[in-house]
T-cell receptor, first 111, second 115 residues
C-alpha cells in the first residue's frame, strides 16, 4: 500500500501557481519524499525529491513541513503542458528500491 | 527523451503467441525495473534487476519471464498471456551510487493488447 495520501484531483488556471499537497504521516527518518508526474499514456517523469529541507529546481519547488508529515509540490507558473497525474512517493534512497505508486493527483490546467 | 527506449511501442498478440518486450537504457545505470500499468490502476512493480541480478519479483505469474543480459538491456518474454494482461508495460532504470538519491528514468512504455 502507498504510504502517502493525495487529493484525487485539482484544477489550476494557466499562469497561476499549482500547489499539490501530500500527507505522509508515517514517514521514517531515512525516507525521502519524491515527486513524479505522468502525462497521459507516457512514462512517469521525475520532478524533485527532498529529505527535510525545502528544495527547488527548474521544474518545481518542494516544501516539507518541519515534522516531515506532509509536503507540498509547487509549480510556480502552471502551463497546459503541466496537466498530468502527480505522484508523491516516500522511499529510502537505495539502488534497486522500487517506487510504490498510489493513485496520485490529477492536475488539470486550463486556459 | 529520457535515455530509456522501449520497443515495440504497441503490440497486439493472441493468447497462444510468444513475444518479447525490449528495454534499453543509455544512461550508464545499474538498476532496471519492469512496471505494469493497467487501465485506471496505479503502476505496479513487476521485477527489479540490480547489476544484472534479479533482486525482486513481485509475485508475477510465470507467463512473464524477465531477462537482463547486461546492465543496459532488459527484456520481458511473454507467453500464453490472458486478456487481463493487456496494459502499458513500463521500463525504468536508476543509478547505483553510494550516498546518492536514486531517481528512476522511465521509458515511453509498450502498449500491449492481448486478444
Amino acid at each position: 500500500d502507498a504510504k502517502t495520501t493525495q487529493p484525487p484531483s485539482m484544477d489550476c488556471a494557466e499562469g497561476r501557481a499549482a500547489n499539490l499537497p501530500c500527507n505522509h504521516s508515517t514517514i521514517s527518518g531515512n525516507e525521502y519524499v519524491y515527486w513524479y508526474r505522468q502525462i497521459h499514456s507516457q512514462g512517469p517523469q521525475y520532478i524533485i525529491h527532498g529529505l527535510k529541507n525545502n528544495e527547488t529546481n527548474e521544474m518545481a519547488s518542494l516544501i516539507i513541513t518541519e515534522d516531515r508529515k506532509s509536503s507540498t509540490l509547487i509549480l510556480p507558473h502552471a502551463t497546459l503542458r503541466d496537466t498530468a497525474v502527480y505522484y508523491c512517493i516516500v522511499r529510502v534512497a537505495q539502488a534497486g528500491t522500487a517506487l510504490i505508486f498510489g493513485k496520485g493527483t490529477t492536475l488539470s490546467v486550463s486556459s | 527523451e529520457t535515455g530509456v527506449t522501449q520497443t515495440p511501442r504497441h503490440l497486439v498478440m493472441g493468447m497462444t503467441n510468444k513475444k518479447s518486450l525490449k528495454c534499453e537504457q543509455h544512461l550508464g545505470h545499474n538498476a532496471m525495473y519492469w512496471y505494469k500499468q493497467s487501465a485506471k490502476k496505479p503502476l505496479e512493480l513487476m521485477f527489479v534487476y540490480n547489476f544484472k541480478e534479479q533482486t525482486e519479483n513481485n509475485s508475477v505469474p510465470s507467463r512473464f519471464s524477465p531477462e537482463c543480459p547486461n546492465s543496459s538491456h532488459l527484456f520481458l518474454h511473454l507467453h500464453t498471456l490472458q486478456p487481463e494482461d493487456s496494459a502499458l508495460y513500463l521500463c525504468a532504470s536508476s543509478q547505483d551510487a553510494m550516498g546518492q538519491h536514486y531517481e528512476q528514468y522511465f521509458g515511453p512504455g509498450t502498449r500491449l493488447t492481448v486478444t
